[in-house]
Structures are given as structure tokens and as C-alpha cells.
């Protein structure tokens, strides 16, 4: 059983940066796929990134912003968001699994954490 804990959100100014942790517990999280959605209220959850190996990808709205990186010998995930924007604000999730872009192909989910951005 896999468990995430998120961690680092909080409320920035446009054009500052926060990072996101999720750490995973239970078991390793080494041959997963980690992912971070985010869903802004009255909206779907969203995908933002994810990383499998060395391999990661990135939704187009944060492209080029975000960056994602692990550390194994941490079971720990790291989401660098740079230059955040008003439409950034959202509660992150943490997932764990074998999918893509999808929510309904990940196992395991974080309790999320607050990221919230001010104009």
C-alpha cells in the first residue's frame, strides 16, 4: 500500500515560485508513474506533470514553468513551479501509478495541498 503526503503550498504573488513535495510511503515508489493534478474549484481535476524513470512530461499550460524531479533514495517527488499565475491557483495532488494523463489511471492519491496565487 502507497501512501503520499504533499507538502509546500501556500499563497505567492504572480511571478513567485513554491515547491511542492510528495513523499511516499509503504513501498517504493520505483517503477511508478508520479503524477501531480491540480483542481481549481467548479473545475475537473487536471494533470500537470509527471515523471516516469528519468522521463517526464508536462501539461501545456505549465510547460517551460514547471519542473518535475525525484529522488529515490527519498521516495520523494518534487514539483518547482516558477513564474505562477492567477489560473495556478488550485489544490495539487499527488498521484501514484501506472497511468498518463488521466486521474482514473492512478492507484494512489495525496490529500492535496493548497496552492494559491494573487494577482
Known amino acids: 500500500q502507497v501512501q503520499l503526503v504533499e507538502s509546500g503550498g501556500g499563497l505567492v504573488q504572480a511571478g513567485g515560485s513554491l515547491r511542492l513535495s510528495c513523499s511516499a510511503s509503504g513501498r517504493t515508489f520505483r517503477g511508478y508513474t508520479m503524477a501531480w493534478f491540480r483542481q481549481a474549484p467548479g473545475k475537473e481535476r487536471e494533470f500537470v506533470a509527471a515523471i516516469t524513470g528519468s522521463i517526464t512530461y508536462y501539461a501545456d499550460s505549465v510547460r517551460g514553468r514547471f519542473t518535475l524531479s525525484g529522488d529515490n533514495a527519498k521516495n520523494t517527488v518534487y514539483l518547482q513551479m516558477n513564474n505562477l499565475k492567477p489560473e495556478d491557483t488550485a489544490v495539487y495532488f499527488c498521484?501514484?501509478?501506472?497511468?498518463?494523463?488521466?486521474?482514473?489511471?492512478?492507484?494512489?492519491w495525496g490529500q492535496g495541498t493548497q496552492v494559491t496565487v494573487s494577482s
Open positions: 498521484a501514484a501509478g501506472y497511468g498518463a494523463t488521466a486521474p482514473r489511471d492512478y492507484d494512489y
